[in-house]
């Protein structure tokens, strides 16, 4: 996949004649519809995700900023792993907040001289002070005989499916409705990096994920598996919380793989949540904690 930053025109934008217009946190259904088609598809090849590096509200309104489902590496690799030809990450600042749409529009226009559709969510606003609408995304279309492709929302249990939905979902512990709504597991993204080593004093090594993502269940206990960088799962106990048995104070997410000793340090791994096992507690010592820690791994490989 192409990955560019800006839309100045490039070779890569020419083989494109499908774009796709939105933030899309989560890449959930619904934006996979907008993305990808319906029954009549969108070739992933040829199709262009035009995308903010950091949320709107992150400038506008930092108060109301959401915590992010899909970060953006999480959303590259999503949309790599859909075969995507080109995906455009623009910074969002202050300039980027007062382009009026139609400037904007003349902007897509120079970028992708070969449209033949355009697809939004519904109610899509873009430029200054949400000025820009979806009819004036249609008359803009029109004038070139582009496509606009802008699909009823996807429902689920008889309600839209949100990015604001998904993320209530994740955060109450919710993580089926929350896969259901998503197409796929619940996953969070992250780098392995340095930890304090406790879990190998305990015999139970863990990875410690520095992530973008920024939804995070409730604190416990998670079977799951680990997305390898060679894309191979391997079954993953997953620990969110903040390690109170030694007094920590940050909330991290870490994982222990059982039975695997290769070195991750350093490479990108996806953490799949698929159950709940139980709340992060706090143990009298270092042995109470190891001795749980072997019946959440009995408890992980029984299924």
């Not at 839309?7 to 774009?19: G, K, Q, V």
């Not at 896969?179 to 996953?187: I, K």
């Not at 222990?256 to 070195?263: D, G, M, Q, R, Y």
Request: with cysteine; net charge neutral; aromatic share 6%.
């Amino acid at each position: 996949m192409n990955l560019a930053d800006s839309l100045d025109p490039s070779p890569a934008a020419t083989s494109i004649r499908h774009l796709a217009l939105g933030f899309f946190d989560g890449l959930h259904l619904g934006h996979q519809r907008v993305i990808l088609g319906g029954k009549i598809p969108h070739p992933p090849a040829s199709t262009a995700v035009l995308t903010f590096r950091d949320h709107p509200l992150s400038v506008l309104h930092p108060e109301k900023h959401p915590a992010l489902i899909t970060g953006l590496p999480h959303k590259i690799r999503v949309l790599e792993r859909w075969g995507i030809g080109l995906t455009i990450a623009l910074p969002f600042d202050a300039s980027r907040s007062q382009q009026e749409p139609g400037d904007f529009l003349q902007e897509l226009a120079s970028a992708f001289p070969f449209l033949k559709t355009v697809s939004v969510g519904p109610n899509w606003r873009f430029g200054k002070n949400r000025s820009g609408d979806v009819e004036l995304l249609a008359r803009w279309c029109a004038d070139r005989k582009i496509l606009l492709d802008n699909p009823d929302p996807v429902l689920h249990a008889g309600s839209r499916i949100s990015s604001s939905r998904i993320r209530d979902a994740i955060q109450t512990g919710n993580l089926d409705e929350a896969s259901a709504m998503l197409g796929r597991p619940f996953t969070i993204l992250g780098r392995v990096e340095s930890g304090e080593g406790r879990g190998q004093g305990l015999g139970f090594p863990t990875a410690n994920l520095a992530t973008q993502d920024e939804c995070l269940p409730p604190d416990g206990v998670y079977a799951g598996q680990a997305i390898l960088p060679d894309g191979h799962p391997r079954p993953a106990a997953i620990n969110v919380g903040t390690c109170p048995t030694f007094g920590g104070k940050k909330r991290k997410v870490e994982a222990h793989l059982p039975n695997f000793s290769e070195p991750l340090l350093g490479q990108e791994i996806d953490l799949e949540f698929h159950r709940f096992l139980r709340p992060e507690k706090k143990f009298s010592d270092a042995g109470s904690l190891a001795e749980q820690i072997r019946r959440d791994v009995a408890e992980l490989l029984r299924r």
